[in-house]
């Protein structure tokens, strides 16, 4: 498996405070992603990232933010969490150049907002 | 917009049983197919890709997929299913333009296999 580890695994908080998640990898990879995983919508890129401080928007950024400081580290923030962020959170890395290359994921985190 | 859809979000099998998972996407140019494997309680886990050349592609664990260039499908299929294949299956896209390289999956299906 790939080397990525995401933390926390698990975390509860509540409405309105700000959360921070973490993704950490060992592979060198250039490209990172965020993904939600909901029922019934699969897994949808919140952010993603192409280099060290060079980030891009997915199809749901709404109420995210993330950062890339170095290579191996890419973080997940809620500014201000609500219920609706409620979620389990993948990260994943690609090596760059091609397409050819598939996503390996982490194991996920689990956030609960109440 | 490019989407991905998964016509069967529940199936329930019997071991030995075949399986076939539908996939559709809709993109209009050139893209890379991929099917990835969530057990239950871990991450996604790659089961087959396919990028270009031979249509049906063999990927672990005994399944297969082939891409339907003019049905815009990419269907699973396995022969025989076992209770350990019990998991939710994603489709996903990457088209080849996309200098993101990112996924477009599919909602998911989930198999219950049956002892």
């Known amino acids: 498996d790939a080397g990525i580890t995401q933390s926390p695994r698990h975390k509860v908080t509540e409405t309105g405070t700000p959360v921070t998640l973490r993704c950490h990898q060992t592979e060198n990879h250039r490209y990172m992603y965020w993904y939600r995983q909901d029922p019934g919508h699969g897994l949808r890129l919140i952010h993603y990232s192409y280099g060290v401080k060079d980030t891009d928007k997915g199809e749901v950024s709404d109420g995210y933010s993330v950062s890339r400081s170095k290579t191996e580290d890419f973080l997940l923030t809620l500014e201000s969490a609500t219920s609706s962020q409620t979620s389990v959170y993948f990260c994943?890395?690609?090596?760059?150049?091609?397409?050819?290359?598939?996503?390996?994921f982490g194991d996920g985190t689990r956030l609960s907002i109440l | 917009a490019q989407s991905v859809s998964q016509h069967n979000h529940h199936v329930i099998l019997s071991e030995a049983a075949s399986l076939e998972l539908g996939c559709n996407y809709s993109?209009?140019?050139?893209?890379?197919l991929f099917w990835y494997v969530q057990y239950p309680g871990q991450h996604l886990q790659l089961l087959l890709k396919y990028f270009s050349g031979d249509p049906l592609v063999k990927g672990i664990k005994g399944f297969e997929a082939e891409f339907i260039k003019s049905k815009f499908s990419f269907n699973l299929r396995k022969p025989s299913v076992q209770w350990s294949d019990t998991a939710e299956y994603f489709c996903?896209?990457?088209?080849?333009?996309?200098?993101?390289?990112?996924?477009?999956f599919g909602s998911g299906t989930r198999l219950l296999v049956r002892p």
């Open positions: 994943a890395i690609s090596d760059m150049g091609t397409h050819t290359q598939p996503q390996h």
């Open positions: 993109y209009g140019g050139t893209v890379n």
């Open positions: 996903a896209v990457m088209p080849q333009k996309d200098s993101s390289y990112k996924l477009i």
